[in-house]
């Protein structure tokens, strides 16, 4: 699908953020650092973060009283049937998507607060229209998958990390809530969720390094965490457990079947995931790593607890601090590809007399293409 906006620019505000770090690091004289963004130019409007939740909240605010003011004075009549409701619900939402693509081609907006508006009401308009053509008769698992038909062009065309987190979201609900149907659903729905977390993680991971392009790089992480989270969650001890008891309408939690496995999984996936983190140098793996260890710590003291809270909180914050403080002392000097010194000037260091060279005025030789790092991406690996 043809993408909404300009992707060379949206590629270039990588660039420059990676040259930016470069020339806070010293790589780049200042008159480097100039040149070599005139290499990347970015035309979007862009405005800082408060600007953009003002932006955003102002066009929520006028979208609201426009539709407010009509439907209680023009389409009151109309909106009062479920089938009324759906077609305004439809017009709008295409009014909104005119919209939308003509502030970005005439304004040049990304992610200002306002595009983003226009885009979030247009789905609601539409999401809203499905609910009212079927008058809510529907399962709720067949609402689930008809939100991702609206869902995934919307992501495809405009790239929104938010409408990623949305369809994810909506993904896992659509298999809970099939898998609930069934007399067996209650029982296997840990697995079923797990199962379909993994099968997310792949796509994702396909879905990278087949386009990995930093147009869709917010929604890939955000599918892979959100993966990440919902494996953990489906295979942890005390969600499963809890889970089944609000299931099954349960006033108190009784133990599961297979308690040792849920005991297992509970223990180890925060260890596997820190592993790979580390070895594959994925921080958003080593992030969620950290938290899911930290939740399998609150789940062993839910049901074990062996000490007062006061002394579980202040022995627990004594011990992460023992242990960040040996970290940074250990990893004073590098070690297994991991250094808690910063490297980033030395490691690019060899490339510097390269981007001098594009950079200065009386440079030669081809475009350079930044990202694709190890570590995050944004150039924060060794290779290109």
Excluded at 31 to 47: N, S
Aim: proline share 3%.
């Amino acid at each position: 699908m043809k993408k909404a906006y300009n992707e060379t620019w949206v590629e270039n505000i990588e660039s420059q953020a990676i040259v930016r770090e470069w020339y806070e690091e010293k790589v780049l004289s200042q008159e480097q650092y100039t040149e070599a963004c005139k290499l990347f130019p970015v035309e979007f409007y862009q405005p800082n973060i408060f600007i953009e939740f003002g932006l955003f909240i102002f066009t929520n605010l006028a979208i609201s009283a426009t539709f407010g003011f009509m439907a209680i004075t023009l389409l009151e009549p109309i909106v009062e049937t479920s089938l009324g409701l759906g077609i305004v619900c439809v017009v709008y939402g295409v009014s909104m998507v005119f919209l939308l693509e003509y502030f970005i081609k005439s304004r040049k907006l990304y992610r200002s607060g306002t595009d983003n508006a226009l885009l979030y009401v247009a789905i609601g308009s539409f999401l809203t229209a499905i609910f009212a053509f079927t008058d809510f008769r529907w399962s709720l698992y067949a609402y689930y998958f008809l939100s991702l038909i609206v869902f995934i062009p919307f992501l495809l065309r405009y790239g929104d990390p938010f409408v990623a987190i949305a369809i994810f979201v909506v993904w896992i609900c659509s298999w809970f809530t099939l898998t609930i149907e069934f007399s067996i659903g209650k029982l296997i729905v840990p697995f079923v969720i797990m199962a379909v977390s993994v099968i997310s993680f792949v796509f994702a991971r396909w879905w990278s390094k087949n386009d990995n392009s930093a147009y869709y790089t917010d929604a890939q992480i955000c599918i892979e965490t959100g993966s990440l989270i919902t494996f953990y969650l489906g295979g942890n001890y005390m969600v499963v457990r809890e889970g089944n008891a609000i299931l099954n309408g349960l006033n108190d939690s009784t133990q599961i079947s297979f308690a040792p496995l849920f005991y297992l999984f509970t223990l180890a996936i925060p260890f596997i995931y820190l592993y790979f983190g580390l070895k594959q140098k994925d921080r958003k793996m080593v992030m969620v790593g950290l938290a899911a260890f930290a939740f399998s710590i609150f789940t062993y003291r839910f049901y074990f607890s062996v000490m007062p809270l006061e002394w579980a909180m202040t022995f627990g914050g004594a011990a992460l601090v023992g242990f960040a403080v040996w970290g940074i002392w250990v990893l004073r000097t590098p070690k297994w590809g991991l250094t808690y010194q910063q490297t980033q000037a030395s490691k690019y260091r060899d490339f510097e007399a390269f981007l001098v060279n594009q950079a200065l005025p009386h440079g030669q030789g081809g475009k350079m293409k930044f990202g694709g790092g190890d570590f995050g991406g944004g150039g924060g690996g060794g290779n290109y």
